[in-house]
DNA sequence: CAGAGGTCGCTAGCCGGGAAATGACTTGAC
DNA sequence: GTCAAGTCATTTCCCGGCTAGCGACCTCTG
């Protein structure tokens, strides 16, 4: 058995449970808010933008975006010019949750960190920077298995 | 905005998406791996104690072990003396899988430590290893936030 | 022995995820 | 102008996740 894998998959299961609480607390389910933070850089984005950005499917973010503009995060709206698209637009109490989050975040960061000196956060970023950048490609160009 | 969970967050995704089309090519979902894993280990657990051990709850193994059941990777059965237990043990296809699920997790490791060296990847463990502990303390001890 | 407290699995409902399929729309070639 | 190809969102279905709640069972205490 793959002990990287071991430890990759019981960091992410455990940090997962850290953030999916500490987004409840403020009254979103985890993934949304990384809708949320698109649309803070960049109101108005299309779901298939987002979907891009977050690294997930496009259905994926139509649904979440759905459940969010029946609770009063989002509006959506067509596109000017092309019919085929739709645009979120954050509402006031969207754009009201950017410092909580981002505070939470921080938050959560140095509970993660802690016992970590700053040079060993940084080698750990750059180090999961190459992991994301290896999985990005392997699933661009997946291995031909037969 | 915390770089290091955006830096966390997309290669957790990524490195996702690599696992479950991988567990995919085997027959399985992604998440039951983790049951055959730890019956690999230890056939006969209950669910609770894979739930522990795969840092998820009992509904969610309880869940799958009833689709892996259906699917004919393990059976479930009573214990023989505390009635309140299921025990879960593997079928002939399920203790099958074992090599070519361990071959996939060495070829995963590989793929997404490319370019790492051998202490790099090293560290890389090591540091997840405290992000996951520093995790779980979190979710043992969670913080009073009024 | 009786009952309170604890343990276990289970169900239901909600959620974010993906794959597959579809309809509507836009663009480009002829 | 017409039509094929491409693009986009959407829906449906299945999945693994969680919380909340419940019943069945076991253990411990008085």
Redesign the interface.
């Given at each position: 058995?793959?002990?990287?894998?071991d430890?990759?998959?019981?960091?992410?299961?455990?940090?997962?449970?850290?953030?999916d609480?500490a987004m409840r607390?403020h009254g979103l389910h985890l993934g949304q808010n990384?809708v949320l933070?698109a649309l803070w850089e960049a109101d108005g984005q299309t779901p298939g933008a987002i979907a891009a950005t977050?690294?997930?499917t496009t259905p994926t973010i139509v649904k979440m975006a759905n459940r969010m503009s029946a609770a009063g995060l989002v509006v959506r709206r067509r596109d000017d010019r092309d019919n085929r698209l739709v645009r979120l637009y954050l509402t006031d109490a969207g754009r009201a949750l950017r410092g909580p989050i981002?505070n939470e975040?921080?938050s959560?960061?140095a509970?993660?960190?802690?016992?970590?000196d700053e040079s060993?956060?940084k080698?750990?970023?750059a180090?999961?920077?190459?992991?994301?950048d290896?999985?990005?490609a392997?699933?661009a160009d997946?291995v031909i298995?037969c």
């Open positions: 058995m793959s002990e990287f894998m430890v990759y998959t019981r960091a992410s299961k455990l940090v997962r449970g850290v953030t609480a607390r990384l933070a977050a690294e997930v981002e975040m921080k959560i960061e509970q993660l960190t802690a016992g970590l060993e956060a080698a750990l970023m180090v999961l920077g190459r992991v994301a290896n999985a990005r392997q699933l997946p298995d």
